[in-house]
């Protein structure tokens, strides 16, 4: 209102300080304080030409009407001003259609009064291309304006927008990550415990001292690996480093899965077949997880299991993954619980699938296809 307010009374004073009355016989005193009145309204309507933009070029176009017909160009600065208001506040269509009602009037205008009075032909056409001109460039400027605004406007609707996408993505990152730890440690202790849990129960039945050193010595090597595991996942979370690996230990643990099976008393066997050479450590990773806990569910949920038999299918296109058991799954190991899930979660980011069901005449088998990356293909 204040930046209003002096452009108001700035314009007021630029216009109408030189625009007088004049004494004469012929009618043009009354022109002149008609355009004096329609130049103060004018000059007034421009406190409010943000919301009224039409109706203050109209009253500036009437007043600068009257000037022409009096031979006065004072109020030139009004009407350039009420133009930048109609271009920068009102429509473009709305705009251009007020300005050339306002040309056309002001050409008619000089056009009759010019062969009515051929003596003020070239004050008039003077004052009408200056009415037109002034008009023009406070349009041209308003237009501007208008599309510096417009621009403005979709910068800082875009950088909303773009911090909006950015707290989701981080979001997103937060749950993936969470989702990611909880599989880590999900495989890590869920494994270790359940094969120390199993060598700690067949100890207490044993009473054979061999075997049961022998099982102690397996409980303290799987507890040591566990602690060795989740150390390396705990420092990956405790880093820094913006460039710390995604998986801390990559390396192919499925000959150590089935040694400690064995060792708990399973007849386990592991039959691979294909090439391996060239799989990324993420994959690599994937195989070793799935056999991992699908070992760990017979070993947990298996009642009478003593046969698990693995294989890995290294072929060209995917590598195949099967573990089956001859047991009867005791509490729904498919649903409720968080292994078979990350095992799913773990294939399909890497574009592949994982299933897990009943085998007959008994068992269970989990089964999943992970795609071989393109370049390891040829």
């Known amino acids: 209102m204040v930046a209003d307010a002096l452009i108001a009374a700035l314009t007021a004073v630029l216009s109408l300080a030189p625009l007088g009355v004049q004494e004469s016989s012929d009618g043009t005193n009354a022109l002149a304080a008609t355009a004096l009145v329609l130049s103060l309204i004018g000059c007034a309507g421009l406190l409010v030409r943000r919301r009224f933009p039409v109706a203050v070029f109209a009253i500036a176009a009437l007043a600068q009407t009257a000037s022409l017909l009096t031979e006065d160009s004072s109020v030139l600065l009004l009407i350039g001003v009420a133009g930048f208001a109609l271009s920068r506040y009102a429509t473009p269509r709305a705009a251009w259609i007020a300005f050339g009602a306002a040309c056309a009037v002001w050409g008619a205008v000089a ?22 001109g002034f008009a023009l460039i406070g349009m041209l400027i308003g237009l501007n304006a208008r599309s510096r605004r417009r621009y403005l406007d979709a910068l800082i609707d875009l950088s909303r927008r773009l911090a909006v996408e950015r707290d989701q993505r981080a979001q997103l990152a937060v749950a993936d990550e969470r989702a990611r730890i909880a599989r880590e440690l999900h495989d890590i202790v869920a494994h270790s415990l359940t094969v120390m849990v199993t060598l700690a129960e067949g100890i207490s039945a044993s009473v054979d001292a061999d075997r049961i050193r022998e099982g102690s010595r397996a409980i303290s090597a799987t507890g040591r690996d566990a602690l060795r595991d989740m150390r390396a996942t705990l ?3 405790r880093s820094t480093d913006d460039e ?11 000959a150590e899965t089935v040694d400690a099976a064995r060792t708990a008393g399973f007849a386990v066997t592991l039959t691979t077949s294909g090439d391996p050479a060239g799989i990324d450590s993420a ?17 947990r949920h298996a009642s009478g299991a003593s046969r698990i038999d693995a294989a890995i299918d290294y072929g060209r296109d995917a590598i195949e993954i099967r573990v089956q058991d001859d047991g009867v ?47 390891n293909r040829e």
């Not at 710390?244 to 499925?254: F, G, Y």
């Not at 994959?283 to 806990?293: F, K, N, P, Y």
């Open 111 to 132: 056009l009759v009064v010019t062969l009515t009075t051929p003596g003020t032909r070239a004050v008039l056409i003077a004052g009408a291309a200056a009415s037109i």
């Open 329 to 375: 799954a005791q509490g729904a190991p498919n649903g409720g619980g968080f292994g078979l899930r990350g095992l799913r979660e773990r294939a399909e980011l890497l574009g592949g699938t994982c299933e897990a069901g009943p085998v007959r005449p008994r068992g269970w088998e989990v089964r999943a296809i992970i795609p071989r990356p393109e370049r």
């Open 283 to 299: 994959v690599t990773l994937a195989v070793s997880r799935i056999v991992q806990e699908a070992v760990t569910n017979v070993m």
């Open 235 to 237: 420092g990956v979370l």
């Open 244 to 254: 710390a690996p995604l998986h801390p230990t990559v390396r192919d643990t499925t």
